[in-house]
Structures are given as structure tokens and as C-alpha cells.
């Protein structure tokens, strides 16, 4: 989990001043997860669920795998989370990411 955050910390620094809004930064660090890591991430907590488990049969556990702070074009600081799901006792992860105006 330390090497994702270390990474997922690299991808939210490149995004710093690049972005207009929280939806616009939240969808930059998506991509750059995606890219750099190959990590699996969902748009939503429900969207995670039903790749981890279509059937709704495994317990989900979620855990914040990363943070970091962010910066918007206008200097707006934002919390950036990154949400790890998997289903209890299996090494498959999906994640998702919260963004916040702090």
C-alpha cells in the first residue's frame, strides 16, 4: 500500500495548477492512476462493488490507500483521497478517488 500511495502522490503533484475544477482534477488523476500504476479505478463506490462482486455474495472492506492535497488553476486546495475496495480475504482492488474543497 506504501508504493501506491507514493505513486498515487506523484500522479496528483503533476496535476497541481492544471485543472479548473474538482471534476476536471478528479478525471486527470483517474487517468494518470490508470496510465502510470495499471490500477483498476471505478467512477463511484458502486461501480467498485459490482466489479468486485456482481453477485453481491462477498463482504467489500475499504480503505483509504492514499492522500494527498491538490491545487486548482485558481489556488483552491483540494483533499484527493484514494479509496481502495476488495472483497474480504481476495488480493483483487478496485479504486476509486474522493476530492474535496478544503
Partial sequence: MITTNIKFNRVVAKEN???NSIEELKNAIERGI????G???AS???KAKEILNPDGSLEIQKTV???AIAF???ETAVSVRLI???PHGLLKFVYTIKATEI
Fill in 39 to 41: 490500477l483498476i479505478v
Fill in 65 to 67: 490507500a492514499g492522500e
Fill in 84 to 86: 481502495q475496495y476488495n
Fill in 44 to 46: 463511484d463506490m458502486k
Fill in 34 to 37: 490508470l496510465s502510470e500504476t
Fill in 17 to 19: 495548477f492544471n485543472n
Fill in 72 to 74: 486548482l488553476a485558481d
